[in-house]
């Protein structure tokens, strides 16, 4: 059964610093990796989505990469802002059910 | 323009009470999930339909129920609420599980108490 673990689960950064986001999983027999924010009380808003015969995907001040081989996927954000406080989750979609982390709760303080 | 739209967003029901949440989707895709995430947790998939198919996850209680009465509006029925119910129920859709360039896409959620 597919694991995925993000680490860490908290983060805390000064504003303007750029941070990474780790995400790993166990089995590399993916359809593709989706990175998720979600802020308190809300829903997922979905931010990346990297298919499993891509290297990375970048969307503004993100960019998310994918290492199949060794089980791992890292969103990388840039001059970090207060608006980017939320929780990100990684979700791993194996074709027949996606498996969800447990999120990494980031704090840009101002 | 909101594309998952769930109905309603805070939902207080009484032990025992039955209980549904609604969720709908202007989207047009084939799949609609249900999940149960509670604090500081993963969300847990509860179930499926890939159009009229409906899949029940293995551990998912029988206590929970699914109606999908047309390609835009899929039903989460909790038949007998308990405490350990009380959750943020998440409703997602995706075009086709099978494309690997397909993502989820998200409603703002229902969050569930219980008295």
Redesign the interface.
């Given at each position: 059964k597919q694991e995925?673990t993000q680490i860490p689960a908290a983060l805390s950064v000064p504003e303007g610093e750029n941070l990474v986001l780790n995400c790993s999983f166990t089995d590399s027999a993916i359809?593709?990796l989706?990175w998720?924010r979600q802020d308190p009380?809300?829903?997922?808003?979905?931010l990346l989505?990297i298919?499993?015969?891509q290297r990375e995907q970048t969307s503004g001040r993100l960019n998310a990469s994918l290492d199949k081989s060794s089980g791992r996927s890292t969103l990388y954000i840039a001059a970090s802002q207060p608006g980017d406080s939320a929780t990100y989750?990684c979700?791993v979609?194996t074709?027949?059910?996606?498996y969800?982390?447990?999120?990494t709760s980031l704090t840009v303080i101002p | 323009d909101a594309m998952v739209i769930q109905n309603p967003r805070y939902q207080v029901t009484q032990f025992g009470k039955p209980v549904t949440l609604s969720c709908s989707q202007t989207l047009n895709h084939n799949v609609m999930y249900w999940y149960q995430q509670k604090s500081s947790q993963a969300p847990k998939l509860l179930f499926h339909y890939y159009d009229k198919d409906f899949n029940n996850e293995a551990d998912t209680p029988d206590n929970f129920q699914s109606r999908r009465p047309n390609t835009s509006f899929c039903f989460l029925d909790i038949r007998s609420p308990g405490l350990g119910d009380a959750a943020m129920y998440l409703c997602a859709t995706s075009r086709d599980p099978g494309l690997s360039n397909q993502p989820q896409h998200f409603g703002d959620g229902t969050r569930l108490s219980i008295l």
């Open positions: 995925v359809y593709n989706q998720f009380g809300k829903g997922l808003t979905s989505l298919q499993s015969s989750l979700a979609h074709g027949n059910q996606f969800f982390g447990t999120g | -």
